[in-house]
Nanobody, 127 residues
Framework: QVQLVESGGGLVQAGGSLRLSCVAS????????MGWFRQAPGKEREFVSA????????NYADSVKGRFTISRDNAKNTVYLQMNSLKPEDTAVYYC????????????????????WGQGTQVTVSS
């Protein structure tokens, strides 16, 4: 069973940057598409970004396009989320998730497609 551990969250001023990391245990990381979701207080969990198993295919929520970049290093069993130009509305708990997908280039964007979840890391952006 793959386990996911996020890190890199914290407090940053508006306009600043953070890089989230998610390390997966196990030897099957490359068989999973990976995604980032977030949940702000009083709101439902929402999709942020995802990356396919291979080919570098990615998808982003409109609210983060041009500011966030997702990447993965299969040799290190790690997926990253580089967050630039952060805004107060980006404040949330960010969750890493893994989806077992057969198609190597497919990018899942629905949380129901993801079976494995990390514990979350808090990102707070002050104005």
């Amino acid at each position: 069973q793959v386990q996911l551990v996020e890190s890199g969250g914290g407090l940053v001023q508006a306009g600043g940057s953070l890089r989230l990391s998610c390390v997966a245990s196990g030897r099957t990381f490359s068989t999973y598409a990976m995604g980032w979701f977030r949940q702000a207080p009083g709101k439902e969990r929402e999709f942020v970004s995802a990356i396919a198993r291979s080919y570098g295919n990615t998808n982003y929520a409109d609210s983060v396009k041009g500011r966030f970049t997702i990447s993965r290093d299969n040799a290190k069993n790690t997926v990253y989320l580089q967050m630039n130009s952060l805004k107060p509305e980006d404040t949330a708990v960010y969750y890493c998730a893994a989806a077992s997908i057969i198609l190597v280039g497919y990018v899942p964007t629905k949380d129901s497609q993801y079976a494995l979840w990390g514990q979350g890391t808090q990102v707070t952006v002050s104005s």
